[in-house]
């Protein structure tokens, strides 16, 4: 309830502010007998790391991860899982010159209003860097997933007015924008370094799917698969809209056209001649591939002077220096993917519970 | 985690089935002293009832609700209160014909999937009757958050193509597609009569809008207010879509034309001079409306000849005769703002233990 | 947290009041697949009903179950089972003489100090009859474990200062005080109509073991086995002392004559020379039969006239008339063992997410 | 529910093995706007240290806390306080010899039967080192508890057959085995002495108080106060029994006898004639001061040579070496002052919620 666990069984809480000594998560429940190691978590983490290429921020962090729990001899003992990241290249002093003024489409004023105190330096805890914790757990979550040949992956699929129109899956960890779509590359480059030289930013939306997941996934009502993923993406900073399968285009469509047809049964598997609703019926997966989208907002931090006012009301200008993502899109993506697993995960292992026919 | 309870200290279970002998709710954490009756609740029930005009499901139900506990001298004691809504036209044999096929967009095939066997009279509890407890919960938490001057109220904003231009909020409960710019009832209305005269349905957008809402609700991280907000409105069947403030439109966008600039304080307010982001600035609010929006996909039940497997996966031709609303939207209006509703109440209470200056 | 469930995965919420309308359990979490009737249930509400025998209250109550949701064609369906108990013979009259007096042993004070109203009627929510609703949901997990070979079994060891010498646990059901002695039931029952004829009540211990169990039950650190045990159990009214296996009496001993000596293995099941640990190692399950005792007090309602306050201090006399139990422990068996199966069902689920081999 | 986790809303989460790199724990949910220093916890981390004096085990760790996130500017922010204690002395190789041999009265076969894997050396996370995060997430409760004048002090009552028959509250932490009698230490450290001696280890009970608790904590049915204390008490290793006021000695008492009569009020205070109860009716708290008592095994390691079985079931004979405590007893103390404090605290904020007049 205090906001930074996640999960149910396969339960995650994160902790650690952007310029504080280190950042962290827990993983308790996952399952005894898995093999992993750093390296494991290493690759996922250098996935999300900042300072990857120019159209991201150029903080320079290894985020380097210890495991201090719950392995023994490279295998999970079903005891929690502590992991640690060190902070290391935080530059405080950038922010201490706002930092009584409210910087726009940050939390400095809500979260001054819930609490009345916050971290401002680096944003603590609302920062980015936060995901970290998530994107380790992501990553065990990914190789338990893996046993059960289930596979996520998202990419970039607009930046500002620029769509993808191709999906080519082997592209999309081969260029920094993290798109699926080489012809796109250069005019997408272009257009994040004019918003950056212009000191602005710019939005996006991001696809992410997941293949090999079993139909009987997610819960009826509140725990609807499609609404823990909500949940898990909404929860992603700066995330403003979601949708899944056809999303917000059902609204000016018919039943007839929205519907899926069954054609058959293969292996035991249903057979659908389309996958309008993105792999989840009445809230339970159907056997289909997850499909879901999500739009990010432009980069709240933009080195353009903005009006704003201080924790009294009165009017400052604000100039946010700072090392900023001139598009959050690119690095999103680990992120999510770690989300999207992490529910996958859980809503597999509640399943196991679900007849008698398993338990007994 | 069996996702049938709803937040975490005004927590709600729903329990009941379409064609059951009876559906329900406990509310558990219902503070005591609220002055609450059967006419409180009944009221929500009746905007939600089925049956109200040619637009909605002809299935006659009374939707009468009884308290069976938690209510003492017409005031609430803090213990759980318990509602009952029975079933009474519920007209199982329209369903023997397809018991064994799988209506394509419902919940019959992920549910056999799940748990192998499936209650198949009118959804089971897959139905849109089950939302009868939560707009029965939610009177509760409506009443309260009226004593705190917080209003929520929900429209349609746009079904299939045709799009709402003007937001009159005083139309809304005066129409029966619930939209709130009365100019455009004409054309909608006879949209709708037009697919259902096809046997097929169609789609829509509803927008809700909270009013009076404090700052600093919601917590970081994964319990952010818009995450909540997300998964309440997944959580009602039939949803594709959810956004937040300016929504999907953000991924066109430069950070400077959306961040929200504050003027200035009043009265120990802040003052925006936009309202892009809906209300919520890092998962917490900022002060001002709540925005969001969701589409709704087409009613799966259509009763064209649709192709179909049953659980053997034989393909077989199907029509879904029962009673189905040819548009969800205007029923669905009642329905998400008790789920906003529920979630502000929630956030609100947990706001109460944020600082030790609350709690002392 | 509102304190009206029960277990993490076969979860139950119970509600109502004892002179309210009715009142019930919802079972959130049960596996579809299992056949279970009323008459399952009531066979168990039966053993715990008032009026069985001059040792207990007289009021009369069928206790009749009705099940409203989560069953069809007499099989669960993964979805919630709804239970409902109305209330007959509920005498509020009995409770006007002293509805603004504190009943000494009672709830009234401390609810009052929580909540600032109460329903005085009986008691209301913290009623002895709150607990039908649990053991209607223990009789469904009694069924479940019955198909693993899990039997729980309670008897009253104690009344007063009268102690069972021998334990014959086909002669329990037998009695009237649930003795597993037939050699103290006449000396046991005399004793209760002494103190009943005094306008008086004794208080009791009660054993409940359970045979069957697999090793490898309950968590690590906060939820122990016996920690889950003792808090289901401590939430039975009146229950004000808990132990398992030699309990108390570990105090004088040394390590040496605790500890109990493993032996060897037969059948992949691990053989020990003692049980002093009642079963748990840990934390955990070992596999050797659960035993555990609970001291109740003396039933609180007594007739003779006592001293107490009404809600403004003021001293007044106060005699309790209504129908009570002069001894709590022959009804309290049954919800005893309601609870204990409620556990032991919980952590076998929980069980099953142990280990990736398990899962995969 | 994975079992790692304590509280609802100031929720604790402890991660950590005996002779891992380090142990820890995250608070999730302490208001912002609390003082507190690593000295705070570092005070009460010294009461629990291993080393203190002869009668505990030799083993030398620092325990020296490290606060990691949460705390800004000597501040708590509402954010997740993470503390980790680093492992300095552990000494892993006496634990090779019997890495594969169960230790009797040991979790070592319970963990395998559940997990298949265990951490072998020091007990792995069975260890009592373990308590080390839940004394520090303690010691913040505590010091917002000593804000609203609640204090929670626990002492050692009992040594095998010795029993204290005084309660001098100042002389506990003065004496080495947290005795608050003076004129019985003698003869208990020599009764520790010479069980040390013969290779054995020896029970005891503890008894703790809390004075100042407000009225009105707890919640009916399932969290009652006494129930949440229960749990946390037998969640601590080596637990066998736990007793609130009279206890198990109301087994033999009457009604009579056991209600505490109210005798009237002073300053809203409700005034009782007795406390048998222990400050709780009906599972919230009255006003009176919390009385409860547990009883503590005697240390399972023992230097003595014993027979068990390895992992195949064949016998072996076992002396288990390392360093520890011969009476589990003083040690226990500031573990269960810890424990009864987060339970306190999670009430005292629970109970905000309680009434519309407290919310609104």
Known sequence: MPGNSFGNIFKITTWGESHGKALGVIVDGCPAGLKISEKDIQ?????????QSKYTTQRK???????????????????????????????????????????????????????????HRGGGRSSNRETVGRVAAGAIAKKILKTMKIKTFGFVSQIGNLKCEKIDANYIEKNPLRIPDKSKLKEMGDLIDSVRKQGDSIGGIIEVRSVGVPAGLGSPVFEKFDARLASAIM??????GFEIGLGFSV????????????????????????NNAGGILGGITNGNDIILRFALKPT?????????????????????KGRHDPCLCPRAVPIAEAMVNLVLLDCILENKLSTLKKIV
């Open 43 to 51: 690759l996922e983490l250098d996935r999300r790391r900042p300072g």
């Open 61 to 119: 962090e290894a985020d380097k991860v210890e495991i201090l729990s719950g392995i023994f001899n490279g295998t999970t003992t079903g005891t929690p899982i502590s992991m640690l990241i060190p902070n290391a290249d935080a530059i405080s002093k950038s922010y201490e010159n706002f930092k009584d003024i409210y910087r726009p489409g940050h939390a400095d004023l809500s979260y001054d209003e819930k609490y009345g105190i916050r971290d």
């Open 235 to 240: 929860g992603i900073g700066g995330v403003r």
């Open 251 to 274: 609204a000016s469509m018919k039943g007839s056209q929205v519907n899926d047809i069954m054609v058959g049964k293969s292996k035991g598997k249903v057979k659908f001649d389309t």
């Open 300 to 320: 709240s931090s933009i080195s353009q002077i903005q009006k704003s006012i201080n924790s009294k009301g009165k009017v400052k200008n604000l100039q946010v």
